[in-house]
């Protein structure tokens, strides 16, 4: 089997975080290996991500990784299809998160009772805002905010060096 290297571009640090933790538990390591660069944000991701294509010397397997927000989903990941096809690397994997990262943490509220030892928050998942939350949340990190009584926080921004 051909070992494949898969390099993730990230909207944003908590993506990172999500993915350094999920991805070894589904990826075989014999197989895949992965690396994640987090941006500051949509503008930092979509300025930066057409230079970095560009330079990208080893033949890998490229993602990118944007929260739909309140923008349509289809224009979106046409736009960056096109910046990723601009920068020479057409095949390049454009995956948006419907609303925010946040919302796949609603979608399972029994393992965020258990991550952030939060006792009563599964009760909560059979209410219809949490069965579908790309539907019925405006704000998914507000509402995990609102919902743990705010021990749910982004990944902070590391200090500049």
């Not at 929260?67 to 096109?82: A, F, R, V």
Request: net charge positive; aromatic share 8%; hydrophobic share 35%.
């Amino acid at each position: 089997m051909t070992h494949k290297h898969i390099v993730f571009f990230l909207e944003e640090r908590s993506a990172k975080a999500l993915l350094d933790t999920l991805l070894p538990r589904l990826l075989p390591p014999d197989a895949f290996s992965f690396h994640c660069i987090p941006f500051e944000g949509k503008s930092d991701l979509q300025k930066w991500v057409p230079r970095k294509l560009r330079a990208w010397q080893k033949q890998d397997t490229f993602v990118v990784l944007h929260d739909q927000d309140g923008g349509n989903c289809t224009t979106l990941k046409t736009s960056l299809t096109d910046l990723c096809a601009k920068a020479g690397k057409p095949d390049t994997l454009v995956r948006i998160a419907c609303r925010e990262l946040e919302s796949w943490y609603l979608a399972d509220l029994r393992a965020v009772e258990k991550g952030l030892e939060v006792k009563g928050l599964a009760r909560h998942q059979d209410a219809s805002k949490y069965r579908d939350p790309d539907s019925q949340q405006r704000h998914p990190a507000k509402t995990l905010q609102q919902l743990t009584s705010n021990k749910y926080k982004k990944v902070a921004r590391e200090p500049a060096t």
